[in-house]
C-alpha cells in the first residue's frame, strides 16, 4: 500500500511500495517515490503458503532441498588452506523460502507423523 498525502493506493503483489521521505531541508534533495517491481513476489507467496499435508511429499522437500549449502568449500594445499569459496545459495533470491519450506517439511514430519528425522540433518 503506498501513501500519499493522505491518500492510500493499493498495488500489485508484484509491486514493492515504497515510503516517501518528505523533508524540506535545506540542502535535502526532493525524493520521488517508485514502486520497485519485485517479479518474483508471486512465487515467494506460493512458497510460503504452500502447506505440507502428505508424508511422502514432506520426505521429497528434506531430500529434496539440503541442510546446508552445497557449494561452500575450502581449498586445502599441503595441508593448509589457501582459499574459501563462499556459499552460493545466498545468491538464491528465494532462498529464505526455500529454507522455510524444507524447516515446515521436517516439522510435519516430527509433528504429525512422529517420525526422527536425524537423517535430514
Same mark, same amino acid.
Not at 39 to 43: D, E, G, S
Not at 104 to 111: K, M, T
Given at each position: 500500500m503506498l501513501k500519499t498525502n493522505n491518500q #492510500? !493506493? =493499493?498495488l500489485? *503483489?508484484? !509491486?514493492?511500495s515504497v515510503e516517501v521521505?518528505?523533508?524540506n531541508q535545506v540542502g535535502s534533495k526532493n525524493r520521488f517515490a517508485r514502486p520497485k517491481f519485485d517479479? $518474483?513476489?508471486? =512465487?515467494r507467496n506460493r512458497l510460503d503458503n504452500l502447506e505440507i499435508k502428505n508424508r511422502g511429499f514432506a520426505h521429497f522437500i528434506a531430500n529434496l532441498i539440503p541442510a546446508q549449502c552445497p557449494f561452500e568449500r575450502d581449498i586445502v594445499l599441503?595441508?593448509?588452506k589457501? *582459499? #574459501?569459496i563462499p556459499p552460493m545459495c545466498k545468491l538464491n533470491p528465494l532462498y529464505d523460502e526455500f529454507v522455510g519450506l524444507r524447516f515446515?517439511? =521436517?516439522?510435519? $514430519?516430527?509433528?504429525e507423523c512422529g517420525e526422527d528425522i536425524q537423517t535430514y540433518c
Open positions: #492510500h !493506493i =493499493l500489485p *503483489a508484484f !509491486i514493492k521521505e518528505s523533508g517479479l $518474483l513476489q508471486p =512465487l599441503f595441508g593448509r589457501i *582459499a #574459501h515446515r517439511a =521436517l516439522c510435519y $514430519l516430527v509433528d
